[in-house]
């Protein structure tokens, strides 16, 4: 089976990053404040405008990027699907990282050597820069592991999504989603998969 593998989110924890620098930022900025730490984008979580939005990330996703530590058990538990005769294969919309420029190239870069650093195996890696859909088609992925609200529901209506649970996909439910909690449930959920998740 081909498995898709999203990297934000599913094998970082962007969620703590975005609390605690984020509430730095605020502080820096004079501008925003916590209003819901729960939130999947940072421009709710803080309230703050779309341009501060845009410079909180310009400025902080390099150091993100390089220096994010890796979610417990991802790299024990991606080596197992993989030694079953699964396919492999990262796809991610990393900000910058689909971009033809200097930091598109920069992002992949780092994007590959965390990967490596972090001892992760894959097939291929695949910078999105269009619907995750697509790409799961072009590329015949079978099954993704996800944590966007919005990509595990649009995805879920063609192949099954294995969410990796946060607060912020807590409602996200319905035909072809199963939530796991951390990467040995999505180990057991991918390596017991015989057909259709409800």
């Known amino acids: 089976m081909k498995i898709g593998v999203d990297i934000d989110g599913v094998l970082t924890n962007t969620l ?6 984020g509430s730095k930022f605020a502080v820096q900025v004079k501008e925003g ?3 819901d730490p729960n939130a999947y984008e940072t421009i709710k ?7 501060t939005d845009k410079k909180f990330w310009d400025e902080n996703i390099f150091s993100y990027a390089k220096n994010t530590k890796i979610l417990p ?7 197992n699907i993989k030694k079953q005769g699964n396919e492999i294969i ?4 990393r900000r910058f990282s689909a971009q033809l420029n200097r930091r598109g190239t920069r992002m992949r870069n780092i994007v590959k050597q965390w990967l490596n650093k972090n001892q992760i195996v894959y097939d291929k ?6 619907d995750k859909g697509e790409y799961c088609k072009e590329y015949g992925i ?5 944590d966007s609200p919005e990509n595990i529901r649009k995805l879920s209506k063609d192949i099954p999504v294995i969410c990796y649970h946060w607060p912020y996909n807590e409602e996200v439910e319905g035909k072809n989603i199963i939530k796991c909690d951390d990467w040995k449930e999505v180990e057991e959920c991918v390596l017991s998969y015989g057909g259709e998740i409800h």
Not at 142 to 146: A, C, K, R, Y
């Open 16 to 21: 703590a990053f975005m609390r605690e620098e």
């Open 45 to 51: 979580m803080f309230g703050w405008s779309k341009e």
């Open 142 to 146: 079978e099954m993704m592991i996800e």
């Open 33 to 35: 404040k916590m209003q």
């Open 73 to 79: 058990d991802a790299k024990e538990s991606i080596e």
């Open 125 to 130: 890696i695949l910078f999105a820069e269009k």
């Open 90 to 93: 990262i796809l991610t919309a």
